[in-house]
């Protein structure tokens, strides 16, 4: 007698009624292989169970609730600027892990000749395509900022935040607040004289925060004038920070609009 367990639902003899590619009967037998040992079946109806829960227990649009039948037609081009922003998003992070195969964030005493600048100004002149790249760097990241402050305009009155989707509201206030560090922080990469200048703004705005603002300023800038503690920081910021952060907040983002659905205008 055979100590295996019985398959009652007899799986295998289902796979050999169907015509199944390579690739598919690949894919049921390792889900079966996988659910003998871990129950991963069980676990996907479980969470199958709680989608559609949440579902039922989301509120009609205005559109179902009195029945409009998409008279709503002009607003759709709007519903289409978070899809954008992560689209420019992707494109500022690949553009920019490129650029950082040829840029390192060091700096001399002074503003004269630093390596940081001669790194970007050898991208702009000497490098082929760099121009290019650079370009499509900064373009895609301002095109992101611009598509998130439109797409947090269209939530806003379009009465998206309301409840039950108040989290990702406040999600997407967060995200659009980091989209400006990663904008400041990029802007400070080159260390030319604009760079400088905006780097010594942002200490001085630093220094007016009451109590705690001479502490932020050394946290952030390593001190209060710039240096090469102040590029270190912003790089460390800007690479490896920032896009991990951002990118994880940009899932749940994306997650919870699949989960709840679209809000249409109220």
Known sequence: MSLERKDEHDHRGWMQERDLTPIEQGYLMTLMWLDKRFRIVDYLELLETMYYRVN??????????????N??????PLYSLGAFSTIAYIVAAVTGAL?????????????EET?????????????????????L??????????AVFLHMLRVYFTGSYKEPREVNWLIGIVLISLTMVFGYTGYLLPWSQLSYWAGQIGVEMALSIPFIGEWIAQLIFGGFSLDASTLQRMYI???FILPFVVTALIAIHIGIVWMQ????PH
């Open 56 to 69: 039922l227990q989301m509120p009609k649009s205005h559109t179902e609730q009195y029945n409009l039948d």
């Open 71 to 76: 008279k709503f037609w002009y607003w759709y």
């Open 99 to 111: 650029l950082g195969f040829y840029y390192a964030p060091s700096t001399a005493d002074g503003m």
């Open 115 to 135: 390596v940081a600048y001669d790194d970007v100004v050898f991208i702009m002149q000497d490098l082929n395509f760099g121009y290019f790249l650079r370009s």
């Open 137 to 146: 760097h900064r373009w895609s990241a301002q095109i992101m900022t611009a």
């Open 237 to 239: 910021l800007h690479v």
């Open 261 to 264: 659905g679209i809000a249409e």
